[in-house]
């Protein structure tokens, strides 16, 4: 089993809340990932990070923010959110050399 | 074009049927390549990693063809269980962005009937 962990599992939020999704690993692993999944849709990626203090954008434009300051610790925040912001966010982490992805079980947002 | 093509199916067949899903992926640097299983409203798990010789575990087979740049998965003697979704996981050079990263292809769905 991977060791990711992600918080909330779900959230039912009003309109215009600031949120922030947790993810942690215990792994150590470098490279840390947030996709979006809506249900029956692919996965999207939104945010990656190859390391303390480095953050890119993905390929799907979000109006979420991440922060990576420890290496176990990669949250997302979103400073306003909005009913098009409802979907499901999955963390994940890579295993150097193999490449191989290990995912959190996903934070469910609804916001009203 | 996408980078990661996957036929999204649904594949229905019954029970102990045999099903191959393909993959196909734009860049010819591709560097690693994996199968993902996906069941509903739950996150990836890893099925299996696919090796340039192919490899097999138990009733799944997975292989390469990096000439037509196209991965495999073929799984014999379907059960029940087996019904979800299957991503195609490609570590490989965009030609988009000009970098590295894992693409997921929008998957595969597979139902097996009773």
């Known amino acids: 089993e991977a060791d990711i962990y992600q918080t909330p599992r779900y959230l039912v939020i009003g309109t215009g809340k600031k949120i922030t999704l947790e993810c942690s690993q215990t792994?150590?692993?470098?490279?840390m990932y947030w996709y979006q999944q809506d249900p029956g849709m692919e996965l999207h990626l939104i945010h990656y990070?190859?390391?303390?203090?480095?953050?890119e954008k993905g390929d799907l434009s979000s109006e979420s923010t991440v922060s990576r300051i420890r290496t176990e610790h990669f949250p997302l925040t979103l400073e306003s959110a909005r009913p098009s912001h409802t979907s499901q966010y999955l963390c994940?982490?890579?295993?150097?050399?193999?490449?191989?992805?290990?995912f959190g079980e996903g934070s469910r947002l609804t916001v009203l | 074009r996408k980078e990661v093509e996957q036929d999204p199916g649904p594949f229905n067949v019954p029970e102990g049927a045999t099903v191959a899903f393909n993959c196909t992926y734009s860049n010819s640097a591709s560097q690693s390549f994996f199968w993902y299983r996906q069941d509903c409203r739950k996150e990836p798990k890893l099925l299996m990693s696919?090796?340039?010789s192919g490899n097999e575990d138990g009733r799944f087979t997975a292989q390469l063809n990096r000439a037509s740049q196209y991965i495999s998965l073929l799984i014999r003697d379907s059960k029940l269980s087996d019904s979800a979704t299957y991503l195609c996981?490609?570590?490989?050079?965009?030609?988009?962005?000009?970098?590295?990263?894992?693409?997921f292809g929008s998957g595969t769905r597979l139902q097996v009937q009773p």
């Open positions: 994940a982490s890579t295993k150097p050399v193999t490449g191989e992805l290990f």
């Open positions: 996981v490609v570590n490989l050079l965009s030609m988009d962005t000009g970098r590295r990263a894992l693409t």
């Open positions: 792994m150590g692993h470098d490279k």
């Open positions: 696919v090796y340039s």
């Open positions: 990070s190859y390391g303390v203090n480095s953050t």
